[in-house]
């Protein structure tokens, strides 16, 4: 039998190819890698030379037709409250995209922040090993439902429902009143946006709260119920101060997000450039002008198509510095175990 076995390893084909030709293997497999790995770097510097190029047209454009110098335009673009690039006269001020935006932002993260920290912290540390098989594929059907939908949803079902809350509280502290005489929420409106937007975010910091959870190493969990802490204090007090930083990554993460948030905001906010900051109101976002303008036919090179990329433009910073905040914060916050 030992003879058998013997005969049958040394029957198995031991070839190997020459040297030569594994070193011709190697430096293939080596630059396809390369070529991988320089692509995104490639594409990135491309889409900001384009966003650069573009806007330095759009600032040129602006000049020209306002007649100002390239420091007036640039004053005006930072601190102008009026936007209106396609009709006359011109306003190219970005405060009412970015008000927009923050307000929109700013929702989203009360409504994802918590609801996402507090799933995660349940998720990890306290629900039951068949409730977790449950939950967390309804959070990746939540995280895979077009943004389309989420929009609508906050249109037809959350705005409604705030409209009735917001009247019938009026109703409650403010009696003796007709219904037309109290405050009537708008059927475009940030706030119902904002909502949606959290939910939408909202598996996604779930999710990598959850991760920087489960990287905690089991010893510190051991060492503080050895303390006699109770599973919520070793929650609180231990295991989130030792994953802050996976914890502020996920939440820049989604505020990134939430930024960049382009259908639920056209369809649920408003299109009107507007500078304000009260979420009971409609305005337009950055994302949510750039999508209104594609829509229609815009000649190549006039200043409203260029305008699409001066408001591109403060997308990419906004997520630049959203990145580079994460990255720094991770840096501060990170523990090594």
Same mark, same amino acid.
Request: hydrophobic share 50%; net charge neutral; proline share 5%.
């Given at each position: ?19 030569? #030709?594994? $070193?011709?293997?190697?430096? /293939?497999? &080596?630059?396809? =890698?390369?070529?991988? !790995?320089?692509?995104? +770097? ?68 009360? #409504?994802? $922040?918590?609801?996402?920290? /507090?799933? &995660?912290?349940? =998720?990890?540390?306290? !629900?039951?090993?068949? +409730? ?68 939408? #975010? ?10 920087? =959870? ?76 750039? #999508? ?10 006039? =200043? ?34």
């Amino acid at each position: 039998m030992a003879q058998d076995s013997f005969s049958l390893r040394t029957n198995l084909p031991v070839s190997l190819p020459s040297r030569a #030709v594994r $070193v011709w293997r190697e430096r /293939i497999i &080596a630059s396809i =890698l390369f070529f991988a !790995a320089i692509s995104s +770097v490639f594409t990135t510097l491309t889409i900001t030379y384009i966003l650069f190029s573009e806007t330095v047209i759009f600032f040129e454009k602006a000049m020209e037709m306002q007649k100002i110098s390239l420091g007036q335009a640039l004053l005006e673009f930072f601190t102008s409250t009026d936007w209106s690039p396609l009709i006359e006269p011109v306003g190219i001020g970005i405060l009412p995209l970015l008000s927009g935006t923050l307000t929109t932002c700013f929702i989203a993260s009360c #409504v994802a $922040v918590p609801l996402g920290t /507090i799933s &995660a912290i349940y =998720l990890s540390e306290f !629900a039951p090993a068949k +409730v977790r098989e449950i939950l967390k594929p309804i959070l990746e059907i939540l995280a895979g439902i077009p943004t389309v939908v989420y929009g609508y949803f906050a249109l037809l079902f959350i705005t409604p429902l705030l409209q009735k809350i917001i009247l019938g509280v009026q109703k409650f502290f403010i009696p003796g009143k007709e219904e037309w005489e109290y405050f009537q929420l708008p059927g475009f409106n940030m706030l119902g946006a904002g909502i949606a937007v959290g939910l939408m #975010v909202l598996p996604y910091i779930c999710s990598l709260v959850e991760d920087s =959870l489960q990287a905690v190493p089991l010893g510190l969990r051991e060492g503080s119920y050895a303390m006699g802490a109770t599973r919520i204090q070793t929650a609180f007090k231990v295991l989130l101060p030792a994953a802050t930083s996976g914890i502020v990554a996920a939440y820049i993460l989604g505020f990134s997000r939430a930024v960049g948030e382009t259908m639920i905001v056209a369809v649920a906010a408003g299109l009107q450039p507007r500078f304000t900051f009260n979420p009971l109101e409609a305005a337009a976002t950055t994302t949510a002008f750039i #999508v209104s303008v594609s829509l229609g036919d815009l000649p190549h090179g006039s =200043l409203e198509y260029q305008s699409i990329f001066a408001a591109g433009i403060m997308l990419f910073f906004a997520t630049l510095l959203m990145n580079v905040i994460g990255y720094f914060l991770s840096r501060r916050y990170r523990e090594v175990y």
